[in-house]
């Protein structure tokens, strides 16, 4: 398969800090890529390495086969970066009109409204736009572009629930035109849905790359809770996991909760309202991200 992004052991230092440390990644042309990482994990930088905006101070970088810069200026690679801003008192239209200058083969203007989900809107003011569709027009400036990888570092920051809605909509529809997209968040639950693969960073490097379903099994514990009286906890049998009681509520952190369950449901305490929740994937990115995240999503693919 065609390869969209590859990077080599790239690595970018600021002075004392490496910001990306020896990190390879390959992306295949067509994926939909989430970028998973606290704050400073060095998604960001990533991103740069990517645009051509940092040079790597060792290993390789590539966009379709090219130098960042050059696919670039060829239009190949289009970026959604953090905090860039919008002219105001113009419309929606004009603004990505002006934009679609700067690329060798754009999409005509309303095609990148349409795919921004803001075709009804081309003649709104700029400064007249709620903050989820001025988001989206920054996205219809990047689809303009006609670029066949697209990367968007945080797109939804700072948005209601709405606003994410509607430019997770937004980004599926450009996904779902064959295009590769690489995106940077903070939030889990956007990763599940608009993801087919995460990449979780930490201290600049990779500490795991799976689908959703894998990285949210790999770190995190399925929890079993259900009512119990204090008289009756003696009756309890020995459970694999963590057991605590609070408020009458017995949670048991477990990664076998099928046994759990059994041995709760076999056993003779007096339970009642008895409930399974998958492994969370805030859990999951705590563990994957902490110290011993990558020794741990080994093991459990292995
Ligand atoms: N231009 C710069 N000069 C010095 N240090 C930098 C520069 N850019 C980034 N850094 C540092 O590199 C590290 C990685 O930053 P980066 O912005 O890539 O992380 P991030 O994962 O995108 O974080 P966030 O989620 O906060 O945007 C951080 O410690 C940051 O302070």
């Not at 105001?88 to 309303?110: D, N, S």
């Not at 995106?183 to 990779?206: K, P, Q, S």
Request: one cysteine or more; charged letters at 25%; aromatic letters at 4%.
């Amino acid at each position: 398969m065609e390869t969209a992004i590859a990077l080599e052991r790239a690595t970018k230092r600021f002075g004392e800090l490496t910001a990306v440390d020896a990190l390879t990644l390959e992306v295949p042309r067509g994926a939909t890529v989430a970028l998973l990482g606290a704050n400073g994990a060095g998604k960001s930088t990533t991103v740069g390495l990517l645009m051509g905006l940092h040079a790597p101070d060792a290993g390789r970088v590539t966009v379709a086969g090219l130098a960042p810069r050059t696919a670039v200026v060829q239009g190949r690679i289009a970026a959604m970066l953090q905090d860039c801003g919008l002219m105001p008192g113009v419309t929606a239209a004009e603004v990505v009109a002006l934009g679609r200058r700067m690329y060798p083969a754009p999409l005509h203007v309303e095609e990148a409204l349409e795919l921004a989900g803001l075709r009804e809107l081309a003649h709104r003011r700029v400064d007249r736009m709620s903050g989820g569709q001025a988001q989206r027009l920054k996205f219809a400036l990047v689809a303009v572009a006609g670029a066949d990888t697209m990367l968007l570092d945080e797109p939804t920051r700072a948005l209601d629930v709405q606003g994410r809605r509607e430019f997770w909509a937004a980004m599926r529809t450009c996904a779902a035109s064959g295009r590769t997209i690489l995106f940077a968040t903070h939030y889990l639950d956007e990763v599940e849905e608009n993801a087919d693969r995460v990449v979780v960073m930490a201290r600049g490097r990779i500490v795991a790359d799976g689908t959703p379903a894998q990285i949210r099994e790999a770190g995190g514990q399925s929890v079993v809770r259900f009512r119990i009286p204090a008289t009756e906890l003696a009756q309890l049998p020995e459970l694999p996991g963590r057991l605590t009681v609070e408020h009458g509520w017995a949670t048991v952190r477990t990664a076998d909760p099928d046994t759990v369950v059994r041995l709760v449901a076999r056993g003779d305490a007096a339970w009642s309202d008895l409930r399974v929740a998958p492994p969370s994937l805030d859990d999951s990115f705590l563990a994957l991200t902490g110290p011993t995240g990558p020794a741990l999503f080994e093991e459990a693919r292995a």
